[in-house]
């Protein structure tokens, strides 16, 4: 969930989003999202879901959909009465209207208060406490309200004051089947919306949907080793005399390995939900937002290695780079079942180290003037392929609404870029975006990017797709994995030379600046910043395991 302004060292709200400007043609195509907008200044000061500088009624519900509400109303009796998640149902129906965490879950029934689960997350939480100021550690906590399945996840400020600690709750409807989301100002609360209001166009990407950018629960580092948070892998540094140690709250933080597989299981939760709701009647209202998730990024995780970056020399063994950073391994292997033999590609520590160097690598913060040489804590953090979007891809395809063949073929079309690619995106103009039957659907747009590749050169997206449709449908499963199975190996073959893992650290970096330029980038110490210029050209990756730049 995002953080409250006052708190958070976003970068996003204090700079200009790229894919707003005429600058960023790049990561807007990239990205193959065509909802941004502009960010007013009423959106800066408050966070786009806040009162938009008006005094709110104390004790009363508001309403304010960034976007669509220029500034926040309070609910009406009707609104109010449609809002059927424990919050509206618990709380705010009964004229409550708690200003701190510790009121909130202790007016919660004794049963939540039982499946209660706190976690701990902060991107300064390795550094040690006397090199860096203001650390912002925010907890996130789960309930399970209603019965077993969790309704209520809780983002706030870890430590400090309570009273002016922000609050930020997304809560389940199980009669609507959507995520509330709702934020407390004062002693009023704000409703930013729901689900669905994540996916139209007025209110997409903006307030709160900046990082709830498709109407679910949100954790970037999902994946072992969990960068940031407290888990199995990590401790959360603190100081001897810091007062959160003395936080009930704090007491109770356990690993975010389990938080993990929460948050799996609400994305699969409102997924299932939002494609029954949506092919229902066999015809789907705007299949483009159902396929985006297929050719473009709408969103991305973080992965890393799993070792400490500090502990790396140039003798230690060799790396396991994310696999994640080279193709959508959880699409492609798990899902479609593309067969592979290649092990993950490896770097050696040798050149990881001097990479470290020679790149310049470090640690910085300009709102704290904080700069630490080396990488984050966990090595090579890079962004991939988001569990959102691959999930209803997932879908999709179990359902049997998008044949397996047609999602593999359009992955095949630059699989080596798993995020950010501009070809998969380009293919985006051919999906239909008014309604149409879900039966004929992949047809049609296999149909339309195909007869459009006869006039096309050979290498271009669409000759690409269409020479992946031509495989039969009994060989296009090995014909496929043999090609990713060629390619790991030439990155393998790279990786262990100078100029080829060079080249892998500026891909890598590459990504990062796009991901920079998301709203999904709230604080500047979540990734490295390296010499590589800022304004660099973007970069892509090839089949035959070398980088190119973007023209």
């Keep these: 969930m995002p953080d409250h302004p006052q708190s958070r060292r976003a970068t996003a709200w204090t700079g200009t989003n790229a894919v707003e400007e005429g600058d960023a043609t790049f990561a807007s195509a990239a990205l193959g999202d065509p909802s941004g907008h502009t960010v007013s200044e009423r959106d800066i000061a408050d966070g786009g879901c806040g ?4 005094p709110l009624e104390p004790g009363r519900l508001h309403r304010r959909i960034s976007g669509r509400d220029d500034r926040a109303r309070p609910v009406s009796a009707d609104e109010l009465a449609a809002l059927g998640d424990p919050m509206a149902a618990g709380f705010f129906r009964a004229g409550r209207f708690p200003t701190t965490v510790q009121d909130l879950l202790s007016a919660l029934p004794a049963t939540a208060t039982a499946s209660r689960k706190v976690y701990l997350i902060s991107e300064a939480g390795q550094i040690p406490p006397d090199a860096i100021g203001e650390r912002d550690m925010r907890y996130a906590i789960t309930v399970a309200v209603r019965d077993s399945q969790i309704d209520l996840l809780i983002s706030t400020q870890a430590g400090g004051d309570p009273e002016s600690a922000f609050l ?13 989301f709702y934020t407390r100002f004062d002693s009023s609360w704000v409703w930013a919306g729901n689900s669905w209001d994540a996916l139209e166009p007025d209110s997409r ?8 950018i498709n109407g679910s629960v949100v954790m970037k580092e999902l994946r072992i080793p969990w960068i940031n948070w407290q888990s199995e892998r990590a401790t959360i540094r603190l100081a001897e005399d810091d007062p959160l140690r003395h936080d009930p709250l704090y ?29 229902a009647t066999g015809v789907v209202d705007h299949p483009d937002r159902l396929l985006r998730h297929l050719f473009t990024t709408t969103t991305v995780n973080l992965a890393g290695t799993d070792r400490q970056s500090s ?21 492609l292997f798990d899902d479609l079942g593309l067969s592979t033999q290649a092990a993950p590609p490896r770097a050696p520590a040798a050149r990881y180290v001097a990479g470290l160097t020679r790149f310049g690598f470090r640690l910085e913060e300009r709102h704290s003037s904080f700069s630490q040489p080396g990488d984050t804590f966990f090595a090579f953090v890079v962004p991939e392929a988001a569990h959102e979007d691959n999930e209803v891809v997932r879908q999709l395809v179990r359902t049997g609404l998008v044949p397996a063949r047609f999602a593999a073929c359009v992955l095949m079309v630059d699989f080596p870029n798993p995020v950010f690619s501009p070809d998969r995106s380009l293919l985006m103009r051919y999906v239909p975006t008014t309604p149409t039957k879900m039966t004929e659907l992949c047809g049609k747009v296999a149909g339309t990017i195909s007869d459009a590749a006869r006039t096309l050169p050979e290498d271009s997206p669409e000759s690409r797709f269409a020479a992946h449709w031509k495989v039969p449908e009994d060989t296009w499963p090995t014909a496929f ?41 709230e604080f500047e110490l979540t990734l490295p910043v390296t010499s590589i210029p800022p304004g660099a050209p973007p970069l892509a990756m090839r089949e035959n395991a070398t980088v190119a730049e973007l023209t």
Excluded at 170 to 180: H, L
Excluded at 205 to 212: E, V
Excluded at 485 to 505: A, Q, S
């Design 168 to 180: 930020q709750v997304a809560a389940w409807d199980p009669a609507v089947r959507v995520f509330n």
């Design 251 to 279: 007491q109770e933080v356990i690993g975010a390995q389990r938080l993990e597989l929460t948050v799996r299981s609400l994305v699969t939760r409102w997924t299932a939900a939002r494609l029954a709701a949506v092919t």
């Design 311 to 331: 502990t790396i020399t140039a003798d230690s063994q060799d790396l396991t780079l994310p696999t994640g950073f080279w193709l959508n391994q959880d699409l």
């Design 51 to 54: 009162p938009g500088r008006i």
């Design 205 to 212: 990407g903006k307030g709160c949907f900046d990082s709830h």
């Design 481 to 521: 994995g043999q090609r990713a199975d060629t390619y790991l190996r030439k990155v393998t073959e790279r990786l262990r030379t100078e100029d080829g893992y060079d080249d892998y650290v500026r891909l890598a970096e590459s990504r990062r600046r796009q991901f920079r330029r998301m709203r999904l980038n």
